[in-house]
């Protein structure tokens, strides 16, 4: 991107020395991520804030449009979110009570939920994820980007369940023993 496209959060650039933006300026943002061209900002009140170019549905407000300065994503509003995460033109937030919500461009299945359109413009929950499948609530939640692309992973004590790219609307359970060898097997 160049300074003059929407990442940069105002009308008018005067080069590269960054610069305060100016809606967020009574805002305490805790955690920032970054797609290709588009970005979302956390608060220390739980709200997602999006900004960027939103043609593939990523910013999250059933619109295509480009966004020059954050704004709230709408459909969160009732939420509390605690993460965030981009891939190249998708993304995603979790909440306080560990529901994972994802939007954007689905044509690989790397927003977890079969079915979807092409472009996904409002965040959808990730059902997968809160499934109750008798092993109990030991679960950690990972969003993790390879390239343009992310998957989602589901860590529990003997398995991990995945989606996107790596299995096409299918989940992989791969038994391993504990959660470090899965941690493992992911960085190798």
């Not at 461009?105 to 994820?129: M, R």
Request: hydrophobic share 35%; proline share 6%.
């Amino acid at each position: 991107p160049t300074p003059t496209t929407s990442l940069v959060g105002v009308d008018k650039i005067g080069g590269w020395k960054p610069q305060p933006v100016p809606n967020l300026k009574d805002v305490r943002i805790i955690q920032i991520a970054s797609g290709e061209y588009h970005s979302l900002d956390l608060t220390d009140k739980g709200e997602v804030l999006s900004w960027g170019h939103g043609g593939q549905g990523q910013l999250g407000n059933s619109s295509l449009h480009n966004r020059k300065v954050p704004e709230p994503v709408e459909d969160l509003a009732n939420e509390r979110v605690t993460f965030i995460a981009c891939g190249g033109s998708s993304s995603a937030a979790q909440s306080d009570k560990g529901t994972l919500y994802t939007w954007g461009y689905a044509t690989d299945n790397q927003l977890g939920v079969p079915g979807l359109p092409e472009i996904q413009s409002t965040p959808v929950e990730v059902k997968f994820l809160t499934e109750d499948d008798g092993l109990g609530d030991h679960n950690v939640v990972s969003v993790n980007r390879w390239s343009f692309s992310w998957h989602v992973f589901r860590f529990q004590i003997r398995r991990v369940l995945t989606t996107g790219e790596l299995g096409v609307m299918e989940l992989m359970l791969l038994p391993l023993n504990d959660i470090f060898a899965c941690v493992l097997l992911l960085f190798l």
